[in-house]
């Protein structure tokens, strides 16, 4: 009975969202009036006269009209020139009525090239929001939106999280149409797709998708899609509200969604078979699916010799493996296995430990912690004062810890180490942090055998990770001995122009180009 009682409880509760749900969407597509007074009325309701809405009536021909816009959004000077006037001085005959009038906006004006029919109230706001001038003709169920947009926003500069020495200087900034233009403009190809959408209850954040028609993967972009569209957010501000739902196995400490901010990386990605998400707002744009290997790689890559980038690419892997290993190598060795380093440097690290109060996991745990506090002052402080914080971080307190005994002087040279190595690939900072200290722990308790089999676990659990069938350390693993030829070392373009490597012909995908319902 107490049973029958709770599903009857949790069944009404499901039917109660459902309905709630359906309302709510109901009411957010009510449809325009015909009247243009119960517009205007219905309009400042929901509005509740908000202060940035302007809505200026005009009368033509008899016919009243109604032109609003949000403050700051338009280009006041592109609506007096190619809207208002045009309607005012063109003369209409006495029997044109509002039919006549709307027929003049949408098909005998060239007022804007972006042009569009709004039925819903839902439409209106969305439109107008996004800096459009919406005309509302009174007799008439439905209004046109003209694309007029005047806000300000941020120039295109040259993108602070992904640096080059050759190349274009040039970065995503945050309205997403310009975005949209720049990868245009080095994709000059029919088959270069852009989705536009809107996501987010209440913040209707425009969302764009952009792929290659000829080279993606049906399935992918059936489920990329899919995905977005199921999202439930009230808000969507930034792409980090999207990447989490993209990921594949959400429980692994690596991201198989890539972020990038300038849009020669994203082209290239593109070109490759993936598909890019960007969002309105922020100029950082997402790369579905995302390899590992990708995060060693840069565009400079591509404007040096063969060997020289080869080279820098393993130096890469290298730091990226001193950045993770290197603290925890160092306490196991100190604490249970000391005959694994050379007299000299034992007797010095002897010699420190005897001066210091910590063992050295205690020791090398505080002075990271310390690290990443000071790191994260240096990012979040204005940049003059940051740049202040790391220099008296690393000069003052690394030298008073260790001339007052707390630290020893070979812990400050290990952490520096790691710090510089862990900047070599800033796209998997968030990983290494974190692996860090779960090495030194490991390391502190169960020795190099812990470090062992800690990166044992590390390995499986990104050799398990996979996002919509594509493995996650591909061509490494399973192994594409063809596209190995841009992985650890990077062939001449002369190779590599044979044959573009799209990730649905790497060993061990499982996406299915013959898919019946993509």
Request: aromatic residues 10%.
């Amino acid at each position: 009975m107490l049973r029958f009682i709770k599903e009857s409880w949790r069944n009404f509760l499901i039917d109660q969202k459902k309905s709630s749900g359906n309302e709510a969407k109901i009411q957010s597509q009510q449809e325009l009036y015909p009247a243009l007074t119960d517009n205007m009325v219905t309009l400042r309701e929901k509005f509740d006269n908000s202060s940035d809405l302007n809505v200026r009536e005009i009368e033509i021909n008899g016919v009243k009209v109604s032109v609003m816009i949000i403050e700051g959004m338009v280009n006041l000077q592109l609506l007096a020139k190619m809207v208002i006037a045009p309607l005012l001085n063109h003369k209409f005959q006495k029997e044109d009525g509002a039919a006549e009038i709307y027929r003049f906006i949408e098909d005998s004006s060239v007022m804007a090239i972006d042009l569009k029919d709004v039925y819903t109230f839902d439409e209106l706001f969305r439109f107008m929001m996004s800096g459009f001038v919406v005309i509302l003709i009174d007799g008439l169920p439905y209004g046109i939106a003209l694309g007029a947009q005047g806000f300000s926003f941020r120039s295109i500069g040259e993108p602070s999280t992904e640096t080059n020495e050759r190349g274009s200087k040039e970065g995503f900034t945050e309205p997403i149409r310009i975005n949209m233009t720049m990868v245009r403009r080095r994709i000059k190809s029919p088959t270069l797709k852009f989705e536009l959408f809107s996501l987010g209850k209440v913040s209707k954040t425009d969302i764009c998708m952009m792929y290659m028609t000829d080279v993606v993967s049906k399935k992918l972009l059936r489920e990329i899609r899919h995905k977005l569209h199921q999202l439930d957010l009230e808000m969507i501000l930034t792409e980090g509200y999207l990447q989490h739902f993209l990921e594949g196995k959400r429980s692994s400490i690596f991201s198989d969604v890539g972020v990038t901010e300038r849009p020669d990386t994203l082209c290239a990605k593109i070109q490759e078979g993936r598909v890019a998400v960007m969002v309105d707002g922020t100029p950082f744009a997402l790369i579905v699916p995302y390899l590992f290997s990708e995060n060693f790689q840069s565009i400079d890559d591509y404007c040096y010799k063969p060997l020289y980038a080869t080279f820098i690419r393993l130096i890469k892997y290298i730091s990226f493996a001193i950045s993770i290993l290197l603290p925890g190598a160092y306490v196991a060795i100190g604490s249970f296995h000391p005959e694994l380093f050379p007299d000299a440097l034992l007797f010095n690290v002897v010699s420190a430990q005897e001066t210091t109060p910590f063992p050295l996991m205690v020791e090398a745990l505080v002075i990271h912690f310390m690290y990443e506090v000071m790191r994260e002052a240096g990012l979040r402080l204005p940049r003059p004062i940051g740049h202040a914080v790391s220099i008296v971080g690393a000069l003052v307190i690394g030298d008073a810890a260790v001339t007052a005994g707390l630290i020893g002087a070979p812990m400050i040279l290990v952490v520096a180490l790691t710090a510089i190595s862990s900047f070599v690939v800033p796209s998997l900072h968030e990983p290494v942090s974190i692996l860090r200290f779960a090495f030194i722990i490991i390391g502190g308790t169960l020795g190099l055998y812990g470090i062992a089999l800690a990166s044992a676990m590390v390995a499986v659990n990104a050799c398990a990770l996979s996002a919509y069938g594509v493995p996650y350390l591909s061509p490494i693993s399973p192994l594409s001995p063809y596209s190995m030829r841009d992985t650890f070392v990077r062939s001449s373009f002369r190779v590599l122009q044979k044959k573009t490597a799209r990730i649905q012909d790497f060993n061990g995908v499982n996406i299915d180009e013959e898919d019946p319902d993509a």
